[in-house]
């Protein structure tokens, strides 16, 4: 005897559940049944037309009325796509093209009956119009009727598997908002779901998209997210003010929620949004900073048809600029560094997005005197970007005679060859930290600043020289960002040298346009400072990136407090004591009001130590930087009480 096994309701859900998180029906092969279902119900209207009676039908005829009116259906749904949508997350905008593409073919079909009409045609290739009207019917119905049916079926199968899946909130109602919500629904392992969308607009707030609310903002800061167990923040807008952007991002991440964010369309593989594609916000969107508008006018002429030399070429900032310069008509650009590998995939790069463009890459140290005469010589160029420079704090105190030997000698030659060589327009990176140094890297992009300042002034100078300046960042070679990324990914501490620290950061996109700007906007022997909005709490940064990673600090990853390092500051300044600012054409770009002092003395001691630089001790070459760089010696002294605060915090740590 068999035994019977009850087949219940909660049985079948979970099979039918099961056969839907498995597959998915391709739309090739929705395309092929629905073309199918063009045929069978046009047999099934002819039936209906002749009472059932088989006799009484011409075969012949109704085999080439029905490829008639199969090629007019598949042209219509082919041209409506009305096969595109996913059966299970049928929508009224896919009921629409579907009821589109039958009342289109239907009228072409029509209108070819009324003109075989007018001129007579054979019996052959005349349809009746009953049946052409009959088949509308049913093949819609049929359509309609299968698709809903579909949906009905999933919706059962899915009802009570609310377990295991991720509730999100999605934000923006609009266009690219309700693709994302069927890209999430259509997902085969059925991970997510919709419980809502955010939108700014009071039209849209309190009305149901696909039988889904749509909230207003207030929600993501009210109880609704715990007593919900929303998990996920999905940022669907096109246009997204970026102040806005880094006020909803603060608030999901005080929310504890995962971010994530839709690309543009034009990244969507091939017209279409995958899952995959999905991305978690990056940290330059909690800066909220408006894009750069740049006066592309002056920079396009500028820069036209000019040979252009980057030093420091490979690196985070002077890379950033060759991809900025690349976007204008230049004659050629000459990219000098001395890092063999960033050299070799900045190559790989330019020939691969920028092939149009005329470059030449240099391995040379810009100390090297000779090499660089000979670069100089061969391409004469007519505008230099100085970027190269070494940059790390801690490094720079280790090694001074590299700071003097690199930073402000390769300057000086550069400085040098160019007037020699008639270059129009020199361009250098400095720093925030130049002013009222504490360190020895800042004091040496002082004494950088000092020597482009004094050859300005000197008589019979044809170069405009041009100095900007900016703090840190964001994601560059070596940078606090790249640290605690890698930090968090090996499980932490992250450490932080103090509680208070701060620092400024712009995006290095934002930070290269503005030096292009700057440098057309001077006319020689300016110090640009740039508008890097306010400073961030490294602490803060720190906490905000542990939580973009999905994790909570001081639970998941712990925070460690190492306190500041020889030479750092717990703020960095824009202006010396002595400076004061004046606006410019561009909002984002102020000019550092400086004395103009004549630096020569002090840049005849640095040439001198320069020849012979390892002659000198340690003590000896800090001794002549706070010689030459006064307010070096006054902010170091200032700066003693943050070590002695450094040795309580870290006893209070541990």
């Known amino acids: 005897m068999f035994k019977n096994y009850p087949v219940t309701r909660e049985s079948l859900r979970l099979k039918a559940s099961g056969i839907f998180h498995k597959y998915s029906v391709p739309r090739w092969m929705l395309f092929t049944h629905d073309i199918s279902s063009v045929f069978a119900t046009f047999l099934v209207a002819y039936l209906l037309r002749f009472n059932l009676i088989i006799n009484d039908i011409s075969w012949d005829e109704v085999l080439v009325h029905g490829f008639i009116t199969t090629a007019v259906y598949t042209i219509a749904m082919i041209g409506y796509r009305s096969y595109s949508g996913l059966i299970r997350h049928t929508t009224l905008t896919d009921v629409t093209l579907v009821f589109a593409a039958t009342s289109t073919a239907t009228l072409v079909l029509l209108g070819l009956i009324v003109i075989e009409d007018a001129f007579g045609t054979s019996a052959l290739y005349r349809i009746p119009m009953s049946v052409v009207l009959i088949h509308y019917f049913l093949l819609t119905v049929y359509l309609f009727v299968m698709r809903l049916s579909v949906k009905l079926l999933f919706r059962f199968a899915t009802s009570s598997i609310k377990i295991n899946v991720r509730k999100v909130l999605i934000y923006g109602a609009g266009e690219m908002g309700f693709v994302v919500k069927r890209v999430l629904m259509s997902d085969p392992r059925g991970d997510f779901y919709v419980a809502g969308f955010i939108d700014d607009s009071r039209m849209l707030q309190g009305k149901k998209i696909n039988g889904i609310h749509v909230f207003g903002p207030e929600i993501l800061s009210s109880?609704?997210?715990?007593?919900?167990?929303?998990?996920?923040?999905?940022?669907?807008?096109?246009?997204?003010?970026?102040?806005?952007?880094?006020?909803?991002?603060?608030?999901?991440?005080?929310?504890?929620?995962?971010?994530?964010?839709?690309?543009?369309?034009?990244?969507?593989?091939?017209?279409?949004?995958?899952?995959?594609?999905l991305q978690k916000v990056k940290l330059e969107d909690l800066l909220g900073r408006e894009p750069i508008r740049l006066d592309m006018e002056i920079i396009r002429k500028g820069l036209s048809k000019r040979t252009i030399l980057v030093t420091g070429a490979a690196g985070s900032i002077g890379s950033e600029i060759v991809r900025q310069l690349s976007r204008f008509s230049v004659q050629k650009i000459i990219l000098v560094d001395q890092a063999e590998t960033p050299s070799f995939h900045l190559e790989n790069e330019l020939k691969k997005s920028f092939s149009h463009v005329k470059f030449k890459i240099h391995l040379a140290d810009i100390t090297n005197t000779d090499k660089m005469e000979l670069i100089f010589q061969q391409y004469r160029p007519e505008i230099v970007f100085h970027a190269a420079a070494y940059k790390h704090v801690p490094l720079m105190e280790e090694n001074p005679h590299e700071a003097l030997r690199v930073n402000v000698g390769g300057t000086r030659i550069l400085v040098e060859l160019s007037v020699k060589y008639g270059v129009r327009k020199f361009v250098m990176i400095s720093s925030d930290k130049s002013v009222n140094p504490t360190n020895i890297?800042?004091?040496?992009?002082?004494?950088?600043e000092m020597i482009i300042q004094t050859k300005s002034m000197m008589n019979g100078i044809s170069t405009q020289f041009v100095i900007t300046r900016f703090g840190n960042v964001l994601g560059s070679n070596g940078s606090v960002i790249p640290l605690f990324k890698k930090q968090i990914e090996e499980g932490g501490p992250v450490t932080v040298t103090h509680p208070e620290i701060t620092r400024y950061f712009m995006t290095i996109p934002e930070a290269c346009q503005l030096v292009l700007e700057a440098g057309f906007l001077g006319k020689g022997g300016e110090i640009f400072v740039f508008d890097m909005g306010k400073p961030v709490k490294i602490d803060d940064l720190a906490r905000n990136m542990i939580r973009l990673s999905g994790l909570e600090p001081d639970k998941d990853i712990r925070i460690e407090y190492t306190g500041l390092r020889p030479g750092e500051k717990l703020y960095e300044e824009i202006l010396s004591r002595d400076e004061e600012m004046s606006s410019t054409l561009h909002e984002k770009i102020k000019i550092a009001k400086v004395e103009k002092n004549d630096y020569r003395k002090e840049v005849l001691r640095a040439i001198i130590a320069l020849k012979d630089v390892y002659d000198l001790t340690e003590k000896e070459i800090i001794e002549l930087f706070e010689e030459l760089v006064p307010e070096y010696k006054i902010s170091k002294e200032q700066s003693n009480g943050h070590f002695l605060e450094n040795i309580s915090v870290k006893e209070k740590v541990g």
């Not at 890297?441 to 950088?448: D, H, V």
């Open 223 to 277: 109880p609704f997210v715990t007593r919900h167990n929303i998990k996920t923040l999905i940022l669907a807008i096109r246009n997204f003010p970026p102040v806005r952007k880094s006020d909803v991002i603060r608030i999901a991440i005080d929310n504890n929620l995962e971010i994530l964010e839709t690309p543009a369309i034009e990244k969507w593989l091939h017209g279409h949004l995958e899952l995959k594609q």
């Open 441 to 448: 890297m800042g004091a040496s992009k002082r004494l950088c």
